[in-house]
């Protein structure tokens, strides 16, 4: 089955400076590659996806970017604001069984003002 | 509009009690997925429901725990007999279902358990 790994665990940048976080995943039949924000005592929430007939794509400061043959995918933010601040989840969807999300282990990351 | 909704937020309970937790997806969502999330980890797949079928069951850690979703609406999930380990956030997300063209799932806020 589906493998997703992500790095860093932790990321502290300065206000305004840019943060990227990187996904690895094992399983080449994955198709649909999304990222969630988890503030604290709150859900995940669906900031950006990306479908694997596309390399790159844009919303604002987010942005992700899909590298199929080397199955990594990756999340860049710019102009980091404090309330970026928060806990990033890559996952990759295993195609083969529903649909369901398997994710990484997450990435906590700090804008100082 | 609405988005998913699940209840309790919290729950506290004795170990060995059993706990029934409660999750209304987004109207018109024939998917529904629950998931584990453990204290400082990733969140971990547990049971798929389309419709009122559950076609893949892979990630129930035990017996003691089950699933049912009705009317294509609702769904609970049930521990029996909790354990300590069992202590974890479970969030529900819900989708608009395959042959809709969407994978996109969209999470509740979760439902904290504790088992003491």
């Known amino acids: 089955g589906e493998n997703v790994e992500q790095h860093p665990s932790t990321l502290s940048v300065q206000e305004g400076d840019s943060a990227v976080i990187k996904c690895t995943y094992s399983?080449?039949?994955?198709?649909?590659f999304p990222w969630y924000k988890q503030e604290l005592g709150k859900g995940p929430q669906l900031i950006i996806d990306?479908?694997?007939?596309?390399g790159e794509k844009k919303d604002q400061r987010i942005a992700v970017t899909l590298n199929k043959t080397a199955k990594h995918f990756s999340l860049h933010i710019t102009e980091t604001q404090p309330e970026d601040s928060a806990v990033y989840f890559c996952a990759a969807n295993d195609y083969n069984q529903g649909g369901k999300l398997i994710f990484g282990q997450g990435t906590e990351l700090s804008v100082k003002p | 509009g609405a988005g998913v909704s699940q209840s309790p937020s919290n729950k506290v309970t004795e170990k060995g009690k059993d706990v029934e937790l409660r999750c209304d997806p987004i109207?018109?969502?024939?998917?529904l997925y629950w998931y584990r999330q453990s204290l400082g980890q990733g969140l971990e797949f547990l049971i798929y429901f389309q419709g009122n079928s559950a076609p893949d069951k892979s990630g129930l850690p035990s017996d003691r725990f089950s699933a049912e979703r009705t009317g294509g609406s609702v769904s609970t999930l049930t521990i029996q007999r909790t354990q300590q380990e069992d202590s974890a956030v479970y969030l529900c997300a819900s989708s608009l279902g395959p042959g809709q063209s969407s994978y996109e799932q969209y999470f509740g806020p979760g439902t904290r358990l504790t088992v003491t």
């Open positions: 109207s018109g969502h024939t998917a």
């Open positions: 399983d080449s039949a994955s198709n649909y």
């Open positions: 990306i479908r694997s007939n596309v």
